[in-house]
């Protein structure tokens, strides 16, 4: 009786666990753009 009920508390805290990760990376990959954007903005203004 025990075991079927911890199966899908099992997955869900999986599921969890991926999209987490998920938000991590989408989070480091906007970062990087917006410092990839910045640098090109300023780029400009460095160099006259």
């Known amino acids: 009786m025990n075991q079927p009920r911890r ?3 099992a997955i ?8 987490r990760a998920q938000r ?12 990839a954007v910045a640098a ?3 780029l400009p203004a460095l160099w006259h």
């Open 24 to 35: 991590v990376m989408l989070t480091r990959i906007a970062l990087l753009a917006f410092f």
């Open 12 to 19: 869900a805290i999986a599921r969890t666990d991926e999209s």
């Open 7 to 9: 199966r899908p508390r």
């Open 40 to 42: 090109f903005a300023t």
